[in-house]
């Protein structure tokens, strides 16, 4: 029962946004300059370093020393009893591993806890259009950020899609809880855990030959590339919920950024490249993700395995178009054409006709004509999304330090 309603939760509450997490990479980055100014963030200044060349030191000498000396699967044996936010550290944990906890556990001086309830009162008043969009937007946009995209296809999780995803899933489902980083809640814990596996993807991809041969970096996930991931996620489902005129207040506005802003520090983002407000994220976004966009072989590869993680239920035979036509309707034309998904002459005039109509009904409270059969399109693109990307997951799920790249 627990984990039937836990499934449930995840479904209603946008659990699915933690596709867009799933990083996937854009082209060799034509090397623009950094202008973002370090005023716009919520530290409000900051040396203005290009945030491409900063990664994530404190941590990174811990993990790589903990890779090193071969002791990551007790480590990981112990932070599966390590669920939640105000619970003691396990005993047993390496010194250096316990001291870092400690410090990456600690929310930063300017949360604002009333905002962060505000948030999750918006995400269950939206949490149908967050779902839809952290699916469909933010991760199928994670198959055209290049960097992402091969960091992915490379590391260990790459050839586990399903498993991966579940994985990722997990922080979108806990961030719209409503004691994310309360007590009792687990947010906190999903983002250690979450900057220590970045921490060893750092260390390993290095290693992977494929990876090294693919990618225009030596050393993936730089704070830029996790900034870049961010916008696929909180800053495009901003704009999209814009685009589609779903009324948002201010104070609704803010608080979901917060929520996004508290998350991006606790993944070990400085202050000084966290914007301080939805004009500063826009900004920031036009620089480091918009130009970035591009297909990749990896990429593709991967939209392909998201398209189809439904075969084994149906063959492909409804999941696939119709994913793959809210792609299309919710990236475009040329995300879509660079990620080979075929336009459907069925889902696809549907989509275009009935969304509008569905959003603004919704909205309103309102009935109209065709709307049973609108609704079930709609209800079904979310349980297919669902069924696919989370049933055969084990529960609980745990985020663990990979110890290897994708077995070649
Ligand atoms: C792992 C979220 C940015 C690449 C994870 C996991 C989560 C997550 C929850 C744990 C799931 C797992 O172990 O499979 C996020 C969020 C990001 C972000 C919320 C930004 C806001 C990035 C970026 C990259 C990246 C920028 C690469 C450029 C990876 C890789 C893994 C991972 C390779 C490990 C996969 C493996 O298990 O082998 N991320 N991520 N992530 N992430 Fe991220």
Same mark, same amino acid.
């Given at each position: 029962?627990?984990? $039937?309603?836990? &499934?449930?939760? %995840?479904?209603? =509450? ?27 963030? @919520? ?12 990664? +994530? ?8 020393? %903990?890779?090193? &000396?071969? +002791?990551?699967? !007790?480590?990981?044996?112990? %932070? ?26 600690? $929310?930063?001086?300017? @949360?604002?806890?009333?905002?962060? /309830? ?6 269950? &008043? ?72 970045? #921490? ?41 919920? !814009?685009?589609? *005129? ?7 506005? /803010? ?32 620089? @480091?993700? +918009? ?12 939209? &392909?395995? $998201? ?7 149906? =063959? #492909? ?10 792609? !299309? ?22 989509? *275009? ?9 919704? *909205? ?8 049973? /059969?609108?609704?079930? %399109?709609?209800?079904?693109?979310? !349980?297919?999304?669902? $069924? ?21």
């Amino acid at each position: 029962m627990e984990e $039937l309603s836990r &499934r449930k939760a %995840l479904v209603a =509450g946008g659990a699915l946004g933690a596709l867009g997490a799933l990083g996937v990479a854009a082209p060799a980055q034509a090397k623009a300059l950094w202008t973002w100014s370090p005023a716009g963030s @919520v530290a409000g200044a900051g040396a203005g370093t290009d945030p491409r060349t900063v990664w +994530d030191p404190q941590v990174d000498r811990v993990i790589s020393a %903990l890779l090193d &000396r071969g +002791d990551v699967s !007790r480590v990981n044996e112990l %932070l599966r009893t390590w669920t939640t936010n105000d619970q003691q550290l396990p005993s047993g944990l390496p010194a250096d591993v316990r001291e870092l906890m400690e410090s990456a556990r600690r $929310l930063p001086s300017w @949360v604002d806890h009333d905002k962060l /309830e505000q948030s999750f009162d918006f995400t269950k &008043r939206r949490g149908l259009y967050l779902g839809v969009l952290y699916a469909m937007a933010s991760g199928m946009m994670s198959t055209v950020i290049p960097k992402e995209a091969r960091a992915v296809y490379y590391s260990y999780g790459g050839a586990n899609m399903k498993d991966r995803i579940s994985k990722t899933a997990k922080l979108g489902y806990d961030i719209g809880t409503r004691d994310a980083y309360a007590p009792g809640g687990e947010m906190t814990v999903t983002c250690v855990k979450t900057r220590m596996v970045h #921490s060893a993807v750092r260390h390993l991809l290095p290693q992977s030959p494929q990876w090294n041969q693919a990618a225009p970096e030596d050393v993936p996930i730089s704070q830029a590339d996790i900034m870049v991931t961010w916008h696929s996620l909180a800053t495009t489902v901003m704009q999209k919920m !814009r685009e589609w *005129e779903i009324p948002i207040s201010d104070d609704d506005a /803010e608080a979901y950024l917060h929520s996004w802003q508290v998350t991006a520090h606790m993944l070990g983002v400085r202050d000084e490249y966290i914007p301080a407000s939805w004009h500063e994220a826009d900004r920031q976004a036009e620089q @480091v993700l +918009d130009p970035i966009l591009s297909p990749t072989p990896e990429g593709r590869d991967l939209a &392909r395995i $998201l398209l189809e993680l439904g075969s084994e239920l149906d =063959g #492909s035979v409804l999941s696939k178009p119709l994913l793959g036509a809210f792609t !299309r309707y919710t990236l475009g034309d040329r995300v879509a054409d660079w990620l080979d998904i075929d336009r459907e002459p069925v889902f696809g005039p549907m989509i *275009e006709t009935f969304w509008p109509p569905f959003i603004a009904a919704r *909205e309103f409270g309102l009935n109209f004509p065709g709307s049973d /059969e609108t609704y079930w %399109l709609f209800d079904e693109l979310i !349980r297919q999304v669902v $069924l696919l990307y989370l049933s055969e997951a084990d529960y609980p799920i745990s985020i663990e330090i990979p110890q290897g790249n994708r077995p070649s």
